[in-house]
């Protein structure tokens, strides 16, 4: 072998060594680090959180229609809700909307802009997503996994057993922190403003519901204690309820 063939030999070898060095480093860098990423991920995105479908911001029915139509719905029909129902009717609950001058506000008009409503769903059969009571994250437009399994019976039974919290797939309950109201606005706040932000965000969902061939009731009979109690509430009381579903048609 001649010089010129011995030197071009080594230099081969060096660059395969550096090839092979380069190749085990990405490996390891991927074990160490691409695979805890992937376990975080796991648990933050496909375990506690479920991110939802964009909203339309349009829809084939006016709000004229919508108020006209509108009644309160008992009788469900045993058919699922999609996640676009789902995610349509959280974003009218109280998702975030455009003003243009004060930047991302709310669907609902709250006193004071503190918004101290808390939005959860109890979901029992929505296609693709497992029962169990999540909080509407409004900033993100997601479901944050709260408590798992379907609570629908045991939350009817809280409810004076009314049959269609039992029926509906799914029930969003509206609890508020009054704290925040009554360190801003008093008695006066807790009293008045906490039930007057509900009432908005109701109407929001009875309309959303309307124009989308879906039906709701607003749900004020239900003990406290026992809703504060299965949806595992701190700081919150329980206001509203919502079975939300398709209608039954008789
Ligand atoms: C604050 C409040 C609490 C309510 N609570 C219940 C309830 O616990 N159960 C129920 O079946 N309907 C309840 N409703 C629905 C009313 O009965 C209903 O809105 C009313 O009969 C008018 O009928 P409509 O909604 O079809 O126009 C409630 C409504 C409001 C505004």
Request: no cysteine.
């Given at each position: 072998m001649c010089m010129q063939d011995k030197s071009l030999q080594r230099s081969f070898m060096r660059k395969r060594n550096y090839g092979i060095i380069l190749m085990a480093g990405v490996l390891l860098l991927f074990f160490v680090f691409g695979k805890s990423g992937n376990a975080d991920e796991?648990?933050?995105?496909?375990?506690?959180?479920?991110?939802?479908?964009?909203?339309?911001?349009e829809g084939s029915v006016s709000v004229?229609?919508?108020i006209?139509?509108?009644?309160?719905?008992?009788?469900?029909?045993?058919?699922?809700?999609?996640?676009?129902?789902?995610s349509q009717i959280l974003w009218a609950s109280g998702g975030a909307t455009l003003d243009g001058i004060t930047g991302p506000t709310r669907a609902y008009p709250s006193a004071g802009?503190?918004?101290?409503?808390e939005i959860y769903l109890i979901a029992g059969d929505v296609t693709g997503l497992e029962?169990?009571?999540?909080?509407?994250?409004?900033?993100?437009?997601?479901?944050?996994?709260?408590?798992?399994?379907?609570?629908?019976?045991?939350?009817a039974r809280a409810a004076s057993n009314q049959r269609m919290i039992q029926e509906a797939p799914a029930t969003i309950v509206v609890a508020s922190s009054y704290k925040?109201?009554?360190?801003?606005?008093?008695?006066?706040?807790?009293?008045?403003y906490v039930s007057m932000d509900a009432g908005h965000l109701g109407q929001n969902v009875h309309l959303q519901t309307q124009s989308i061939g879906l039906g709701t009731v607003m749900v004020g009979a239900f003990t406290d204690d026992k809703v504060a109690e299965i949806i595992d509430?701190?700081?919150?009381?329980?206001?509203?309820?919502?079975?939300v579903g398709k209608p039954e048609t008789h």
């Open positions: 796991e648990n933050v995105v496909t375990e506690s959180v479920v991110k939802l479908f964009q909203p339309r911001y004229e229609e919508a006209m139509e509108r009644r309160s719905v008992r009788d469900f029909a045993r058919a699922p809700l999609t996640m676009k129902e789902i802009a503190i918004y101290p409503l029962p169990g009571i999540y909080r509407y994250d409004w900033k993100s437009h997601s479901l944050v996994l709260h408590k798992e399994g379907d609570f629908r019976d045991i939350l925040k109201v009554e360190r801003r606005y008093g008695e006066r706040g807790a009293l008045r509430l701190k700081d919150e009381v329980p206001i509203y309820m919502m079975p």
